[in-house]
């Protein structure tokens, strides 16, 4: 089970995710698959209404979902790297993936405190490609 803003998501043993709550966003509009993990992010900068969801499906492939009103913008959350990933984390306006190489990946929302900008180090890890290039959204 995981919460974020005014919705809730939960994964059943048979790989399908279940949620609950505010769907003005298109939260609780979970894509079609079977997942192995799902993860529950905040709302629209400032947290909105809505939040969102990211879900790794069997085989890999992360998808999100909600935050519909930003989904357009290069930064939207449900714009997701492609890679092979093994694990999902959603927080705030953004969310970040280990890649099966050991390779961490952020995306989302560029005003979210330097989130995205994963630091290089012995680790391996690295920040896409993308985040370099990101237009900062609108103000509200």
């Known amino acids: 089970v995981s919460a974020g803003n005014d919705v809730a998501w939960g994964l059943n043993s048979d790989g399908k995710i279940v949620c609950w709550g505010d769907n003005s966003q298109g939260a609780t509009a979970v894509p079609p698959g079977t997942y192995t993990q799902v ?58 993936g280990l890649k099966k190489t050991g390779t961490i990946v952020c995306w989302g929302n560029y005003y979210s405190e330097g989130s995205i900008h994963v630091p290089k180090g012995r ?11 990101m237009k900062a959204p609108p103000a509200p």
């Open 39 to 96: 993860s529950a992010g905040g709302g629209a900068p400032p947290e909105g209404p809505g939040g969102f969801a990211c879900g790794l499906k069997v085989g890999g492939k992360i998808v999100c979902w909600g935050q519909k009103m930003y989904s357009h913008y290069k930064w939207a959350v449900t714009h997701v790297p492609s890679g092979h990933y093994t694990e999902v984390s959603a927080g705030g306006s953004y969310a970040c």
């Open 123 to 133: 680790t391996g890890m690295s920040a896409p490609a993308e985040a370099a290039t």
